[in-house]
């Protein structure tokens, strides 16, 4: 069963990773904005057609200006992207209109959402969601200003529900966040409906559990507040045990609003508080680095590595990956930020190494593809930051099985580099594949580091190390896993690859100790 379900899940993820995040989340956004404008017209929303269509149109441009303006003084690209998902979540968290104080108040939060994410950032890195905090300091300014309008949610509606589950779902996939986003929501539900029975109580009233249950869920803002506010990465903790943390505060907060005087920490505030925690949890591993190329080396007729050096502190655990900005003219699909697994230890910093696959002559080619192949020594490029839990285990006594996959290797250079020269004592088998013996990257790293490899292949390597192997004849299934790595219940199995290979192998290891995967889906 949970082979299975990771091998639907990886499939789903290689699908949605031809986007990027940032595409997926405006185009669903969009998406749901129609939906929206098209019951509007049965007045199954609160806003009517004419509202939505100014407020939109507004919000977008506002936002779009401030954006502009600010990225023409720091000197920063512009990310018309960035500004129109800012601009989609204020249109269902405020109150569309077409009286003239109303729209001077939803520009007042389109200005303060997109200043926000210059003013109030650390090292390149904005604090707080810019939605929520346009929509606070409105819901502010309307206790003097009431005629200005305030959050209102309206997206918290029946009629909108499935359609934000099934949007937000992509973007959850897409981000990987949907355990994250589960927890706030179970939690919140929970604390909603424990603060609903409570109220009904100090009435004088019983009503069942499962009746407070449903308007709970469905006539609720969480749905949306999970999926495309609390799920943004650039405000989350790097790792998932701090990204729980704060979705559970989230929840609570969110679930029973606490009143503070004229106004409540209701939806948007309390996003804000969990902002500030997930920034207190890591803030130095959430800021933007800028790097310097020092390097670039061909390892295979495919893979190439770029090291870089960091100007300042840099933080990471082996295993995890970086987000690294590579701006250029017209991006695709995809956008100008793709994540790759550091392979260097953290002890080379302040250098810093990454690896990636390419083509020769490949007629396909991603725009940022095509940037990064002009980058050249001397050229600085920013780490926009560090996310992931694909970490050995802490007990150095665990055993780990490494089943890498091409330029999955990567994560594990880093891994098995830190072990080497930390002088860690681990048990560990690493089974590398390949489509030729040719394209094994970071045959010197891997050799140095002593593990047991056991390589597959289509052709035979000349020169292997003593304690690597050819699997000759063996084919990479349940079967020749077993037989290569006869004590695989034994270990902890760590695959790191494409989605797809992914999910054809992870059923085979359903019986290790467990299994984690670090998917990736091309760049």
Known sequence: MIGTF???????????????????????LAGLALVAFVVSFFQLVAPTPAELLASAALLAAVCALVDAAAQAVVRLPWRI?????????????????????????????????SLSKYVLAWRGRHI???????AAVLTIVSIWLPDLGASSWWVGTPVLAAPVLILGLAVLVRTEKVRVISVFLVVAVAVGVARTATQYQQAGLQIETMDILWPVLWSSPFLFLGAF???????MPPRRWQQFTVAALVGVLAGWPIDLGAISLGQERALLVGNLFAFAFAFSMR???????ESRAELTPTVQALTFRARRRLAFVPGQYLELDVPHRHPDARGTRREFSIASAPEDLPLLTVAFREVPGAKSQSSYKKALAQVTAGDALAVTGVWGDFILPKKPSSAVLMVAAGIGITPF????????LAEHDRDIVLVYVASEASELAFRDELEASGVPTI????????????????????????????QVVPDISARHVYISGPAGLIADLAPALEHARSITTDAFSGY
């Open 6 to 28: 990771t091998s639907l899940w990886n499939r789903v993820f290689a699908v949605l990773g031809r986007v990027s995040m940032y595409r997926l989340a405006l185009l669903s």
């Open 81 to 113: 992207e960035s500004s129109l998902i800012t601009a989609g979540i204020l249109l269902f968290i405020l109150r569309p209109t077409l009286e003239p104080a109303g729209l001077a108040g939803l520009a007042l939060a389109a200005a303060v959402a």
């Open 128 to 134: 707080f969601n810019p939605a929520a905090a346009g």
């Open 229 to 235: 506010m609390l799920s943004e990465p650039l405000t």
């Open 287 to 293: 800021s933007a680095v800028k790097l310097t190329l």
């Open 413 to 420: 250079v880093s891994q098995l580099r830190h072990v080497r």
């Open 455 to 482: 390589i597959f292949t289509r052709d035979e390597p000349q020169n292997l190390p003593r304690h690597w192997r050819w699997a000759r004849g063996v084919r990479l299934d349940a079967a020749g896993l077993e």
